[in-house]
């Protein structure tokens, strides 16, 4: 098979399309239809063209990667998709995200759609009577993007012994780092013009849930993140503790509404109220290139102090898709 042929360099990485791109063009994945490689991608080729195993209780070991300079320049993609596996799984984040666009710069301006009461309601349109606009036009202002990342710190001869699938799951961790990090950013860009309901009283009631679902309308209420200290509170209400709801959290830790959205806990310095949203309307992601890591200090084992980061940001597509209880 060609895969066996190609040539691995660092200048891989440089190139604009990205390693994998980059890789893919050299070795087209669409050669290996109705072959045992078919549903492997360029990357994996190569980890079977090298024999590196990185999961499973048969595992290699860190130093494989390095046991040839061509190997040893998969060793940045193998943390970057790590990485990049433990920022998909952070459940919390993937629910407020309604669209996520890919750029290949850092200047990006979302657009954006009049949404008037006007706008909003049912009209009935006469015959040759003027049809009610839509306007979609450009913000004003740029998307802010933020580059959020960790410092990997870690001497070579520390963890080349180290089984891959273990190594696999502190990488991982570092990816749920970065997506708390994006968390914040997202919570902060879907409450900087998001309106808001008022609690009735001192402590929530279920009314007030009621209005925060209420609110939201024509939108559906989708998602609700509620504050650490703001949770026992809210499950301790009578309707939140149905036995569909208590079945549910039992046997599969995950927290129900009433009302059907999906209830995420979130930190207290996130959030002052509940915010409701509907997750289809709500936030666009934006993302400048994969997950980044200095593929030099990598492939030449100097792991010590390598930075491994995303550059992302968040633009509210409908604000009023989106109610803060408080």
Same mark, same amino acid.
């Given at each position: 098979?060609?895969?066996?042929?190609? !040539?691995?360099? !660092?200048?891989?990485?440089?190139?604009?399309?990205?390693?994998?791109?980059?890789?893919?063009?050299?070795?087209?994945?669409?050669?290996?239809?109705?072959?045992?490689?078919?549903?492997?991608?360029?990357?994996?080729?190569?980890?079977?063209?090298?024999?590196?195993?990185?999961?499973?209780?048969?595992?290699?070991?860190?130093?494989?990667?390095?046991?040839?300079?061509?190997?040893?320049?998969?060793?940045?993609?193998?943390?970057?998709?790590?990485?990049?596996?433990?920022?998909?799984?952070?459940?919390?984040?993937?629910?407020?995200?309604?669209?996520?666009?890919?750029?290949?710069?850092?200047?990006?301006?979302?657009?954006?759609?009049?949404?008037?009461?006007?706008?909003?309601?049912?009209?009935?349109?006469?015959?040759?009577?003027?049809?009610?606009?839509?306007?979609?036009?450009?913000?004003?202002?740029?998307?802010?993007?933020?580059?959020?990342?960790?410092?990997?710190?870690?001497?070579?001869?520390?963890? %080349?012994?180290?089984?891959?699938?273990?190594?696999?799951?502190?990488? !991982?961790?570092?990816?749920?780092?970065?997506?708390?990090?994006?968390?914040?950013?997202?919570?902060?860009?879907?409450?900087?013009?998001?309106?808001?309901?008022?609690?009735?009283?001192?402590?929530?009631?279920?009314?007030?849930?009621?209005?925060?679902?209420?609110?939201?309308?024509?939108?559906?209420?989708?998602?609700?993140?509620? =504050?650490?200290?703001?949770? =026992?509170?809210?499950?301790?209400?009578?309707?939140? %503790?149905?036995?569909?709801?208590?079945?549910?959290?039992?046997?599969?830790? %995950?927290?129900?509404?009433?009302?059907?959205?999906?209830?995420?806990?979130?930190?207290?310095?996130?959030?002052?109220?509940?915010?409701?949203?509907?997750?289809?309307?709500?936030?666009?992601?934006?993302?400048?290139?994969?997950?980044?890591?200095?593929?030099?200090?990598?492939?030449?084992?100097?792991?010590?102090?390598?930075?491994?980061?995303?550059?992302?940001?968040?633009?509210?597509?409908?604000?009023?898709?989106?109610?803060?209880?408080?």
């Amino acid at each position: 098979m060609s895969f066996d042929n190609i !040539k691995l360099e !660092k200048g891989l990485y440089t190139t604009s399309k990205g390693f994998t791109k980059a890789l893919e063009e050299l070795d087209p994945s669409e050669n290996y239809k109705g072959t045992e490689y078919e549903g492997l991608d360029a990357f994996q080729r190569q980890l079977k063209r090298f024999n590196i195993k990185v999961s499973g209780s048969d595992s290699d070991s860190v130093s494989k990667f390095f046991e040839t300079s061509s190997s040893a320049v998969l060793f940045p993609e193998y943390v970057s998709r790590a990485v990049y596996q433990g920022i998909e799984e952070n459940n919390t984040l993937e629910k407020l995200i309604a669209a996520t666009t890919k750029i290949d710069a850092l200047d990006y301006r979302a657009i954006q759609c009049s949404a008037s009461d006007e706008d909003k309601a049912l009209m009935d349109v006469g015959e040759g009577a003027f049809i009610p606009e839509t306007v979609i036009s450009t913000k004003d202002s740029l998307t802010k993007l933020k580059k959020r990342g960790r410092m990997l710190v870690a001497s070579y001869e520390a963890i %080349k012994f180290q089984r891959l699938d273990m190594f696999t799951i502190m990488l !991982k961790k570092i990816g749920d780092s970065i997506a708390n990090q994006q968390l914040a950013d997202a919570v902060a860009a879907l409450t900087e013009n998001a309106g808001t309901v008022t609690l009735s009283g001192e402590n929530i009631a279920y009314s007030d849930i009621i209005a925060l679902w209420n609110g939201l309308s024509p939108y559906n209420m989708t998602t609700m993140l509620c =504050p650490s200290s703001l949770l =026992p509170e809210l499950l301790n209400l009578e309707e939140f %503790k149905d036995s569909s709801a208590g079945l549910t959290f039992h046997g599969t830790g %995950k927290m129900i509404t009433p009302l059907g959205a999906e209830l995420e806990r979130i930190d207290d310095s996130l959030s002052t109220g509940i915010i409701g949203l509907d997750n289809r309307y709500a936030l666009e992601k934006v993302q400048a290139g994969e997950v980044l890591t200095e593929f030099d200090k990598l492939i030449d084992r100097q792991l010590e102090r390598a930075v491994i980061s995303t550059i992302t940001g968040f633009s509210p597509i409908f604000t009023d898709a989106v109610k803060v209880l408080e």
